[in-house]
């Protein structure tokens, strides 16, 4: 058998390394333009910034979104939920709209999440890169939310950061507070 000296980083022409190389680049082409191609959660929904919480043993997925596909910039102008009990089949459940909230209309809505304490279900929105808001639902997880201030649950003068893209910690403590971080 022929030694083949691949010190110098080329692979001699006809090899069949050289083949095996070209289809190892193809593939992974492939998959890379695959990967991009949609949302693999919720296809063609536009779906950004994704918080899920189990309820009651079904799976809500809060999210803004995104109208912009396609678009060379993003355009957010509402915030969504979906919901699975599988993972796989998702319904959207409810849409936020800023315009409902003390907003008004907007066109970068932010990362959401959601929260439930004492029976009421929260979701939290962000207004760009301001502050954030809370709406509130006592129906259930699924919705309908309505704003629960009619003002910024944290305004964007309260600390010298911005305030938006909440996540919700909820501690174990017996009366299961809530920590926006």
Known sequence: MKKIDLSSGLIPPFHPFRHAAALAWALLACVHSIALADNPIIPNQGVCDPHIRIYNNK????????????????????????????????????????????????????????????????????QAQAQTGVAVSTSGPGGPYVDALGAPLLPQNLTPSAEYDPSIFIDDDPARTPYII
């Open 59 to 126: 799976a809500y997925l809060y999210s803004s979104h995104d109208y912009g596909k396609g678009q060379p910039v993003y355009r957010m102008d509402d915030w969504q939920l979906f919901s699975s009990t599988d993972l796989v089949s998702w319904q959207k459940e409810f849409v936020l709209r800023p315009e409902n909230t003390y907003i008004g209309p907007w066109t970068s809505c932010y990362a959401p999440d959601g929260a439930e304490r004492n029976g009421n279900y929260y979701f939290y929105f962000s």
